[in-house]
């Protein structure tokens, strides 16, 4: 059974930083792509960032530069560090996974992100 938490969502000042986790389990996640997803009241759910069990990365265009997507096999976690938040970065951010990045599967419960002064 595969289950993702997500942790670190908060309030932070325009501007601020927040570093987003991922909890994996129930998968071999070394095999694993990841991503990090968002979706904002009113709005579609739409990519942020991904990473693929080999490390390839890839990035929503309104985000690069600004976020980076890692992760650590030893601890079977993914992360999302934000810097240079925006009020338009606001939404819940979800994690996924799946053997591939052309089609998650696995989703976490998702964590708030609001930026705002």
């Known amino acids: 059974q595969v289950q993702l938490v997500e942790s670190g969502g908060g309030l932070v000042q325009p501007g601020g930083s927040l570093r987003l986790s991922c909890a994996a389990s129930?998968?071999?996640?070394?095999?694993?792509?990841m991503g990090w997803y968002r979706q904002a009241p009113g709005k579609q759910r739409g990519m942020v960032a991904t990473?693929?069990?080999?490390?390839?990365?890839n990035y929503a265009s309104p985000v690069k530069g600004r976020f980076t997507i890692s992760r650590d096999n030893a601890e079977n976690r993914v992360y999302l560090q934000m810097n240079s938040l925006k009020p338009e970065d606001t939404a819940v951010y979800y994690c996924?996974?799946?053997?591939?990045?052309?089609?998650?599967?696995?989703w976490g419960q998702g964590t708030q992100v609001t930026v705002s002064s």
């Open positions: 996924a996974a799946d053997r591939t990045v052309e089609n998650f599967r696995y």
């Open positions: 129930g998968v071999t996640f070394s095999f694993y792509s």
């Open positions: 990473i693929t069990s080999g490390g390839s990365t």
